[in-house]
C-alpha cells in the first residue's frame, strides 16, 4: 500500500505541476507578455484561465479515477485476485501512454473550450478588448503546449510506473506462485517514441516563438498578419521538415541495433548459440553487443558442458542396464546408431536426430525392473515370465517419469512405450497399430529387432546378419512399419560389411533359433 500511496503523490504531483506551468506558459507568454492590455483586463483574463482550469481539473480528475481504478483496486484489498493483479500490471505499462491521452483530450480541451468561450463572451460583452483572431491564435498556442506537457508526462511517468510493476509483480508471486507477466510485449515501439519526441522538440519552440512574435510585431509595428506569416511560415516549414528527417535518422540510428539484438535473441532461443550479434557500432550500442556476445558464448560453454553430462548420463544408463546380462552388452548403443541410421536416411532435422538416439539408448530402462531369473535365463520362458518381459516398456516409461525436471525426459516417454508396438497392431503394451505408432516407437522396432537377431546368446548364436535382413523384408508391413525397415535394410546393403559378407553367407550356415519370440524382445 505504500508503494501504491508513493506512485499516486508522484503522478498527482507530476501532473499538477505540468498543468501549472501550461496555464503559466499559455497565459504568461501569449497573454500578458504579449498582449499590450490594462491592469483590469489583465485580471480578468487572469479570473477567465482559473475558471477554465478548475473544470479542466474536474474533467480530467473524472477520467485519471477511471484509469487508476485497477491499480488502486489490486493494491488496496488485503488478497486481490489473480485476475486483479494481472489487470493492474497491464495498466500500469499503459499508464504513460494513458496520461498522454488524459492531457490531448480531456485536459487540453478542458482548458481550451470553456476559456475561448468565456474569451468571446468577455469580448463580445467589452470587457476584454483585443483582436478576435487572437482567439484562435491562443488555441493553437494551447494544443503545442498541452503536446509538449503530454511529451514530458509520458517520460516522468515511465519513471514513476517502475517501482509500482516491481509491487505488483512481487504480490503476484507472493499470492500466486506466478513469476512475471507481458513479457516482450511492446505498448510503444522505440520508432514511434523517437519520432515524436523529436518532432516536438524540434517544432515546439519554433511555433511557439513564431506565434508570440507575431502577437508582439502586430502591436508594436503594426504589420500585417499576412505579411508576416508568408515569411515566418517558410520557418516553420523548414524546422518541421527538419524535424521528421531528424527524427527519422536518429529512430533509424537506435532502432538498428535493437534489432539485431532482438534478431540473435530469437536464435538463441531457438538453441542456436553461434548466433553472435554484430558489432559494427562506434557508440555505447558497441558495449552493449560485446556484453551481450560474451554472455552467449558463457551460454554456449555452460549447453555444451550440460550436453556432455546429458549424453554422459544417458550413456551411463545404457551401460549399467547392458552390465546386468554380459550376452546383451552393448545392445543399447548398437541399437542407438542403428535407429540413428534409419533417422537420418528418413530425413530427420539434428535435434530430432539426438532425441532418437537418446530415446534408443533408454528404450529397455524397464528391464531394471525384471528379476534376473527372468531376464537372464538361458531356456524358453513360460507364459508367465514372458508376460513379466512385456511389461517393461510400461516400467521404462513409468521410471523416466520419475527423473526430473520432467518437461527434460518428456520427449523420450512415447518412444520407450512403443518399441515393441506392431505395424499390424498386435504389439505391446497398448496394441497401436500403422501411424498411430509413434515415429520413435517404429524406428527403434526394427533396430532393436536387428540387433536382437544378431546378438550371440548363452542359448544360441547369433544369426547371420543377412538372415535378419530377409526377415524384416518379410516382415514388412505386418511387424514393422513398411518404409522404416526398407530404409534400414537400404543402409544395411549401402555399407561395406554388408557387401563383404553377402559372398560368405549360405543357406546351411544357418542355425536354427528355438526360441525366437525372446529373440525379438532384447
Known amino acids: 500500500m505504500n508503494e501504491y500511496q508513493k506512485f499516486l503523490r508522484q503522478v498527482l504531483f507530476n501532473y499538477i505541476l505540468g498543468s501549472l506551468i501550461a496555464v503559466m506558459v499559455v497565459g504568461g507568454l501569449l497573454v500578458w507578455n504579449t498582449v499590450d492590455t490594462s491592469v483590469l483586463q489583465s485580471m ?15 474533467v480530467e480528475g473524472l477520467v485519471f479515477r477511471k ?31 494513458l496520461s498522454m491521452y488524459r492531457i490531448m483530450l480531456p485536459h487540453f480541451l478542458g482548458l481550451t473550450v470553456p476559456s475561448m468561450i468565456l474569451f468571446a463572451f468577455a469580448m463580445n460583452s ?27 508526462e509520458f517520460f516522468l511517468t515511465s519513471s514513476a510506473i517502475r517501482p509500482m510493476l516491481i509491487a505488483v509483480k512481487e504480490r503476484l ?52 498578419a499576412s505579411e508576416y506569416w508568408s515569411w515566418a511560415g517558410m520557418v516553420i516549414v523548414v524546422s518541421i521538415a527538419f524535424s521528421i528527417v531528424g527524427a527519422q535518422l536518429l529512430a533509424r540510428d537506435v532502432e538498428h541495433p535493437i534489432n ?12 542456436d548459440f553461434s548466433a553472435d550479434a554484430l558489432d559494427y557500432y562506434s557508440d555505447d550500442f558497441s558495449l552493449l553487443i560485446s556484453g551481450f556476445n560474451h554472455m552467449v558464448q558463457g551460454l554456449k560453454m555452460r549447453d555444451e558442458r550440460n550436453q556432455l553430462l546429458l549424453d554422459s548420463y544417458f550413456a551411463t544408463l545404457a551401460a ?28 530427420l532435422c539434428a535435434y530430432d536426430l539426438d532425441q532418437l538416439r537418446k530415446t534408443a539408448l533408454l528404450h529397455d530402462i524397464g528391464k531394471i525392473g525384471v528379476q534376473d531369473s527372468v531376464l537372464l535365463k538361458d531356456g524358453k520362458l513360460t507364459d508367465e515370465e514372458f508376460d513379466q518381459i512385456k511389461k517393461h516398456p510400461e ?11 520432467a518437461d527434460a525426459m518428456r520427449p523420450y516417454l512415447p518412444g520407450v512405450r512403443s518399441h515393441h508396438e506392431r505395424f499390424d497392431g498386435r504389439g505391446y503394451p497398448d496394441g497401436l497399430a500403422g501411424y498411430h505408432i509413434p515415429l520413435f516407437g517404429r524406428i527403434i522396432a526394427v533396430a532393436d529387432a536387428f540387433d536382437a537377431m544378431t546378438s550371440d546368446r548363452p542359448y544360441r548364436k547369433g544369426m547371420p546378419k543377412i538372415k535378419a535382413i530377409s526377415i524384416l523384408e518379410e516382415g514388412r508391413g505386418t511387424q514393422w512399419d513398411p518404409q522404416l525397415a526398407t530404409l534400414f535394410i537400404e543402409h544395411y546393403h549401402s555399407t561395406e560389411e554388408a557387401k563383404a559378407s553377402l559372398p560368405d553367407t549360405k543357406e546351411s550356415d544357418i542355425p536354427k533359433y528355438p526360441n525366437k519370440e525372446k529373440d525379438l524382445i532384447s
Open 260 to 271: 539485431n539484438l532482438y534478431n540473435a535473441m530469437s536464435r538463441i532461443k531457438d538453441g
Open 126 to 152: 467589452g470587457w476584454i478588448i483585443i483582436p478576435a483572431y487572437y482567439l484562435w491564435i491562443g488555441i493553437a498556442g494551447a494544443l503545442m503546449v498541452a503536446s509538449m506537457h503530454a511529451f514530458i
Open 320 to 347: 549399467a542396464l547392458d552390465a546386468r546380462d554380459p550376452y546383451t552388452a552393448g545392445h543399447s548403443l548398437r541399437v542407438a546408431e542403428y535407429a540413428l541410421a534409419i533417422g537420418k536416411r528418413a530425413g
Open 173 to 224: 508471486k507472493t499470492l500466486y506462485g506466478q513469476e512475471t507477466l507481458l513479457l516482450g510485449k511492446v505498448h510503444l515501439t522505440v520508432r514511434r517514441k523517437f519520432q515524436l519526441s523529436i518532432f516536438l522538440i524540434g517544432v515546439f519552440p519554433i511555433m511557439l516563438f513564431s506565434l508570440a512574435a507575431q502577437i508582439r510585431l502586430q502591436e508594436i509595428t503594426g504589420m500585417e
Open 395 to 405: 516400467m521404462g516409461e513409468s521410471i523416466l517419469r520419475q527423473v526430473e525436471p
Open 44 to 58: 480578468r483574463m487572469i479570473d477567465i484561465m482559473l475558471i477554465s482550469f478548475v473544470f479542466m481539473l474536474i
Open 67 to 97: 484509469h487508476i481504478q485497477p491499480i488502486r483496486d489490486a493494491m488496496r484489498e488485503e488478497k486481490p485476485t489473480q485476475q486483479q493483479l494481472e489487470h493492474a500490471y497491464n495498466q500500469l505499462h499503459r499508464f504513460p501512454k
